[in-house]
């Protein structure tokens, strides 16, 4: 086997360690299957397996039978009772931002009275700039070529700057929530300034909060040289927030920021490793994936109006002729939705005015495309008559790049609207579940007997 070069070991130092692994594990997955085993915590049908309650949010793809059926539907997805499409329609019917009302309902559980939003708006915008000293000691003496790693340690560097970190009651969580909400715009922005002055040779700036501004005029008047964005340009950032903000206990992140909070650790570590989760590629990653889908085709397809030509391309994508030969059609399919993903509708049809606007319409006609045919290429390739959709992840890096936002933020954005869902769920775990979680590993090893040294044979 050749073994690609890896930083400070020899080829043969590889070799040999990452022989002595594969040579002594190795899972087969029809053990798993024998033995009842759920990977993926997913149930043979591809549901999610029950481990927990909630009140926050419920996530709708299909309708399952008393056989076990599973019927598809479209996909809804309901914050506290509320379908998002409704708080959508709101916004847009009143022209104004609704991501922080989504936050105050995620944290409470009911609709903010106009006097309780307005506080709270003021409460999230004081609570913006970050710490004195802060950003000069933990932003930009260590930059990151990773936003979501550098937005990690910076929340996790919070505690040191909490006297009361690891107080768990539901003030000190509640206070500690507002505050990470408040402060991550902030700390994105300058880790990706740092970022591009210590890995790109670019000139360093930093804005400060402007007052008045709600969370997506906020990244946009920080994020830009000039501070200067359209209304409509905020909204639709708003828009995107307010869709990304939560989606159920079982999401890796919200998961794995669940399991921490589960074993008693700080508000800081749950929500840390919330955002290592949501950095990965399956995850919060993956709309990034989808635009470099997205720049191939249009690079390599000399038509992407013709729906027989797109069809072809993306048939070769999933053999593994195409794309990153990963054969997978990013942007396509969802654990839980069926027939449609509500989010990936929302920012589909609230999208389309400006893509057209700012010289996108090749890019945005062809996703429209993707969304229609890639379902129907699935099933053919799979020989399954399964129902896939279009997920949230095919639209929401067009809408980045629209706004001129680099994709070193795309999936960083993600958790600074999923954040609140994040500290929704950890005060739900903390006041509610009260257990550890703690699932089962069966052990399928081989005994083996200790031997001393002199009895051991080299290869």
Same mark, same amino acid.
Request: with cysteine; proline share 4%; charged share 25%.
């Given at each position: 086997?050749?073994?690609?070069?890896?930083?400070?070991?020899?080829?043969?130092?590889?070799?040999?360690?990452? *022989?002595?692994?594969?040579?002594?594990?190795?899972?087969?997955?029809?053990?798993?299957?024998?033995?009842?085993?759920?990977?993926?915590?997913?149930?043979?049908?591809?549901? +999610?397996?029950?481990?927990?309650?909630?009140?926050?949010?419920?996530?709708?793809?299909?309708?399952?039978?008393?056989?076990?059926?599973?019927?598809?539907?479209?996909?809804?997805?309901?914050?506290?009772?509320? @379908?998002?499409?409704?708080?959508?329609?709101?916004?847009?019917?009143?022209?104004?931002?609704?991501?922080?009302?989504?936050?105050?309902?995620?944290?409470?559980?009911?609709?903010?009275?106009?006097?309780?939003?307005?506080?709270?708006?003021?409460?999230?915008?004081?609570?913006?700039?970050?710490? *004195?000293?802060?950003?000069?000691?933990?932003?930009?003496?260590?930059?990151?070529?990773?936003?979501?790693?550098?937005?990690?340690?910076?929340?996790?560097?919070?505690?040191?700057?909490?006297?009361?970190?690891?107080?768990?009651?539901?003030?000190?969580?509640?206070?500690?929530?507002?505050?990470?909400?408040? /402060?991550?715009?902030?700390?994105?922005? &300058?880790?990706?300034?740092?970022?591009?002055?210590?890995?790109?040779?670019?000139?360093?700036?930093?804005? $400060?909060?402007?007052?008045?501004?709600?969370?997506?005029?906020?990244?946009?008047?920080?994020?830009?040289?000039?501070? =200067?964005?359209?209304?409509?340009?905020?909204?639709?950032?708003?828009?995107?927030?307010?869709?990304?903000?939560?989606?159920?206990?079982?999401?890796?992140?919200?998961?794995? *920021?669940?399991?921490?909070?589960?074993?008693?650790? @700080?508000? &800081?570590?749950?929500?840390?490793?919330?955002?290592?989760?949501?950095?990965?590629?399956?995850?919060? +990653?993956?709309?990034?994936?989808?635009?470099?889908?997205?720049?191939?085709?249009?690079?390599?397809?000399?038509?992407?109006?013709?729906?027989?030509?797109?069809? /072809? $391309?993306?048939?070769?994508?999933?053999?593994?002729?195409?794309?990153?030969?990963?054969?997978?059609?990013?942007?396509? +399919?969802?654990?839980?939705?069926?027939?449609?993903?509500?989010?990936?509708?929302?920012?589909?049809?609230?999208?389309?005015?400006?893509? $057209?606007? =700012?010289?996108?319409?090749?890019?945005?006609?062809?996703?429209?495309?993707?969304?229609?045919?890639?379902?129907?290429?699935?099933?053919?390739?799979? +020989?399954?008559?399964?129902?896939?959709?279009?997920?949230?992840?095919?639209?929401?890096?067009?809408?980045?790049?629209?706004?001129?936002?680099?994709?070193?933020?795309?999936?960083?954005?993600?958790?600074?609207?999923?954040?609140?869902?994040?500290?929704?769920?950890?005060? /739900?775990?903390?006041?509610?579940?009260?257990?550890?979680?703690?699932?089962?590993?069966?052990?399928?090893?081989?005994?083996?007997? $200790?031997?001393?040294? @002199?009895?051991?044979?080299?290869?």
């Amino acid at each position: 086997m050749i073994y690609p070069d890896v930083p400070g070991f020899s080829p043969q130092e590889i070799a040999v360690l990452c *022989d002595a692994y594969r040579e002594n594990n190795f899972i087969d997955p029809k053990t798993s299957e024998k033995l009842g085993v759920k990977r993926g915590l997913r149930n043979p049908d591809g549901t +999610g397996v029950l481990a927990g309650l909630t009140n926050i949010c419920d996530v709708v793809g299909y309708d399952k039978k008393e056989d076990g059926t599973i019927v598809p539907i479209d996909g809804k997805l309901i914050y506290r009772g509320i @379908d998002l499409q409704t708080l959508v329609d709101e916004a847009i019917n009143s022209d104004r931002f609704m991501f922080e009302e989504v936050v105050w309902l995620l944290l409470f559980g009911s609709l903010p009275t106009r006097e309780n939003l307005r506080r709270f708006c003021k409460l999230i915008e004081k609570h913006r700039e970050l710490p *004195d000293g802060f950003a000069e000691k933990i932003i930009i003496s260590t930059p990151s070529p990773n936003i979501m790693n550098k937005m990690a340690r910076a929340v996790l560097s919070m505690y040191s700057y909490d006297e009361n970190a690891e107080n768990s009651s539901l003030e000190n969580i509640i206070r500690q929530s507002i505050n990470l909400i408040a /402060e991550l715009p902030t700390m994105m922005v &300058y880790s990706y300034q740092t970022k591009k002055h210590a890995y790109d040779h670019e000139s360093l700036y930093f804005h $400060y909060p402007v007052t008045g501004l709600s969370t997506a005029e906020h990244i946009l008047a920080t994020y830009r040289p000039d501070q =200067k964005y359209t209304r409509e340009e905020a909204k639709l950032l708003d828009l995107c927030l307010v869709v990304h903000a939560d989606h159920g206990g079982g999401n890796n992140s919200t998961f794995t *920021d669940r399991v921490l909070s589960s074993s008693g650790t @700080d508000t &800081y570590s749950a929500i840390t490793g919330a955002i290592c989760s949501l950095k990965g590629p399956k995850h919060g +990653g993956a709309n990034l994936m989808v635009m470099n889908q997205l720049d191939d085709m249009m690079e390599h397809i000399k038509d992407t109006e013709d729906e027989n030509e797109v069809k /072809e $391309y993306l048939r070769k994508i999933m053999r593994r002729e195409a794309g990153n030969r990963s054969g997978l059609i990013y942007g396509i +399919g969802h654990a839980v939705y069926t027939k449609s993903d509500p989010r990936a509708r929302i920012l589909r049809d609230h999208s389309k005015a400006l893509a $057209y606007e =700012k010289g996108f319409k090749a890019e945005y006609d062809l996703l429209c495309l993707i969304e229609k045919l890639g379902p129907i290429v699935f099933r053919e390739e799979k +020989g399954l008559t399964k129902n896939v959709c279009a997920n949230m992840d095919l639209y929401s890096g067009l809408v980045y790049r629209i706004l001129g936002i680099s994709e070193d933020l795309f999936t960083p954005i993600f958790a600074i609207s999923r954040v609140a869902g994040w500290c929704a769920h950890r005060m /739900e775990e903390v006041e509610f579940a009260n257990r550890i979680i703690r699932p089962a590993y069966k052990y399928i090893g081989s005994d083996q007997e $200790y031997t001393d040294f @002199d009895h051991r044979e080299d290869d």
